[in-house]
Structures are given as C-alpha cells and as structure tokens.
C-alpha cells in the first residue's frame, strides 16, 4: 500500500504562488508513477501532473509552462510548485499513485487509480 496525505494548500491571489506536498509511506514508493489530479466545484475531477521513478514528467496543457510536478525518492515525497495562479486553478488537489506511465495517467480515470489521498483545498481569489 502507498497511503498518500497531501499539504500546502490555501488561498492565493491571482498571479501567486503555492506549493503542494504529498508524504507517501510504504516500501513500493518506488514502483509508483505519483501524480496529482484536482476538482473544481461542479466538475469532473481530471488530470493534472505525473513524475515518475525516474523524474520524467507529464502534465495537462492548461498548467504547462507554470506548475512543476517533482520528486524526492529518498524522502517519499512528491510535490507540485504552482506559480501563476489563476482562479479557474480553484479546486481540491489530489495526490495520486499508480502503477502506469505518466502519459497513461493523464488518459486514466479516478476510479482506476492505484491510490490516492483526501486532498488539500488550493482557492485562487481574482
């Protein structure tokens, strides 16, 4: 098992900065492909970042150029550095693990995930 707890969240205005973390515990961390998904009020919950073992990463074209998804394996820490907020970036972000590649978890649904934490509300005010 890989249980998942995530931190970091807050308001923010437009145009700032956050960074999330994701603590992962377990002796496979390394077997994971880690991610983050997130849901905005009224809306599907979808894709948003993956890394894996290896540190390559994949993201949704929406935040490209303006989140970076990393990894610390030694630590079993996974985060997401969020800079140029936007409001349409309100929603509760999901940290994420499973067993797959980092493009094919762009494509994956939720339910199909391995694992993944409670999540850490992020509001971005205009």
């Known amino acids: 098992q890989v249980p998942l707890v995530e931190s970091g969240g807050g308001l923010v205005q437009a145009g700032g900065s956050l960074k999330l973390s994701c603590a992962a515990s377990g002796r496979t961390f390394s077997l994971y492909t880690m991610g983050w998904f997130r849901q905005a009020p009224g809306q599907e919950r979808e894709f948003v970042a993956a890394?894996?073992?290896?540190?390559?990463?994949y993201y949704t074209d929406s935040v490209k150029g303006r989140f970076t998804i990393s990894r610390d394996n030694a630590k079993k820490m996974v985060y997401l550095q969020m800079t140029s907020l936007k409001p349409e970036d309100t929603a509760v972000y999901y940290c994420?693990?499973?067993?797959?590649?980092?493009?094919?978890?762009?494509?994956?649904?939720?339910?199909?995930?391995?694992?993944w934490g409670q999540g850490t509300q992020v509001t971005v005010s205009s």
């Open positions: 890394i894996n073992w290896g540190g390559s990463t």
């Open positions: 994420v693990a499973d067993r797959t590649t980092t493009q094919n978890m762009g494509v994956m649904s939720w339910p199909a995930l391995d694992y």
